[in-house]
């Protein structure tokens, strides 16, 4: 009876132990969410400053571009009011700006003058900082919010996350459409200069026997690689001629014909001398 006694005081306070375990486990992992989270939030805070110095260097030489500086503070001040809105709100805010700083960026580029701007240089070097520094931040959080949600659905750390009412942080991703898309590549214009028309293409002829034979002297539209005779042709319909190198049609090997064209050979055609034969 002792025994069985000690037994389950054992096992219950090794329940126990991994109880609290567990649950410190929980609480650690969601302040490490929160702390990561408020690194991004200073970073945003800093981009959000920038922006209003940044609009108006742009705007002393780009006044024309009217309407993309408005569309710049319209969607700074929809994300500074969504602060205490949800990662995925704050995301989806974020997102809409950062394609709006990027429209006016492009902007940029028709006004050179502008991009030799020291004060202008600074705030654009500053503001690519500031991005690069929420990126990683937005890495460091996410990896932590997808090892605390994996915690809460798995087994038994659901159960005492479902007891003590921890539930699933949201991550934070900008669904940028510009970046997320697959780059078009044309491999026809890789090498070529703008104006240069594409080397033509060659085409395949049919499997090489391993001979060389040399082209003659009016040697085209030669059959197969194959070598002419004087006095030869096909006719229409007859397949080509398949003989040996050094053999002539009609004869033996190595022999060239004697006495006259080889028989069923065509007459000569107009402007070309008779056939004569070897003497």
Same mark, same amino acid.
């Given at each position: 009876?002792?025994?069985?006694?000690?037994?389950?005081?054992?096992?219950?306070?090794?329940?126990?132990?991994?109880?609290?375990?567990?649950?410190?486990?929980?609480?650690?992992?969601?302040?490490?969410?929160?702390?990561?989270?408020?690194?991004?939030?200073?970073?945003?805070?800093?981009?959000?400053?920038?922006?209003?110095?940044?609009?108006?260097?742009?705007?002393?030489?780009?006044?024309?571009?009217?309407?993309?500086?408005?569309?710049?503070?319209?969607?700074?001040?929809?994300?500074?009011?969504?602060?205490?809105?949800?990662?995925?709100?704050?995301?989806?805010?974020?997102?809409?700006?950062?394609?709006?700083?990027?429209?006016?960026?492009?902007?940029?580029?028709?006004?050179?003058?502008?991009?030799?701007?020291?004060?202008?240089?600074?705030?654009?070097?500053?503001?690519?900082?500031?991005?690069?520094?929420?990126?990683?931040?937005?890495?460091?959080?996410?990896?932590?919010?997808?090892?605390?949600?994996?915690?809460?659905?798995?087994?038994?750390?659901?159960?005492?996350?479902?007891?003590?009412?921890?539930?699933?942080?949201?991550?934070?991703?900008?669904?940028?459409?510009?970046?997320?898309?697959?780059?078009?590549?044309?491999?026809?214009?890789?090498?070529?200069?703008?104006?240069?028309?594409?080397?033509?293409?060659?085409? #395949?002829?049919? =499997?090489?026997?391993?001979?060389?034979?040399? *082209?003659?002297?009016?040697?085209? !539209?030669?059959? &197969? +690689? %194959? $070598?002419?005779?004087?006095?030869? #042709?096909?006719? =229409?319909?007859?397949?080509?001629?398949?003989? *040996?190198?050094?053999?002539?049609? !009609?004869?033996? &090997? +190595? %022999? $060239?014909?004697?006495?006259?064209?080889?028989?069923?050979?065509?007459?000569?055609?107009?402007?070309?001398?008779?056939?004569?034969?070897?003497?």
């Amino acid at each position: 009876m002792t025994f069985v006694i000690i037994a389950i005081v054992v096992i219950v306070v090794i329940l126990a132990i991994a109880l609290i375990t567990s649950y410190n486990r929980f609480v650690k992992q969601r302040n490490l969410i929160q702390e990561s989270w408020r690194q991004i939030d200073v970073e945003l805070h800093r981009r959000y400053d920038l922006i209003p110095n940044l609009v108006e260097t742009v705007r002393a030489y780009a006044a024309h571009e009217r309407h993309v500086f408005e569309e710049v503070a319209r969607l700074r001040t929809q994300a500074v009011n969504v602060q205490g809105a949800t990662p995925e709100q704050r995301a989806a805010a974020e997102g809409e700006l950062s394609g709006a700083l990027r429209q006016m960026m492009i902007s940029v580029e028709a006004y050179p003058q502008l991009q030799s701007n020291q004060n202008f240089l600074g705030l654009q070097r500053e503001l690519t900082d500031t991005e690069d520094r929420i990126a990683a931040g937005r890495r460091f959080y996410n990896a932590n919010v997808g090892d605390y949600n994996t915690r809460i659905e798995a087994f038994p750390s659901n159960l005492i996350a479902g007891g003590f009412k921890f539930e699933k942080a949201g991550y934070f991703e900008v669904k940028d459409e510009q970046v997320r898309s697959v780059p078009q590549v044309s491999f026809g214009t890789i090498g070529s200069v703008a104006g240069e028309q594409a080397p033509p293409q060659v085409q #395949q002829g049919g =499997p090489s026997s391993g001979q060389i034979h040399p *082209q003659m002297p009016g040697d085209q !539209g030669n059959h &197969q +690689g %194959q $070598p002419q005779f004087p006095g030869y #042709q096909e006719q =229409p319909g007859q397949p080509p001629y398949q003989g *040996q190198p050094g053999q002539y049609p !009609g004869q033996g &090997q +190595g %022999q $060239p014909p004697v006495g006259g064209p080889p028989a069923g050979s065509p007459a000569p055609q107009d402007g070309q001398p008779p056939f004569t034969g070897g003497q």
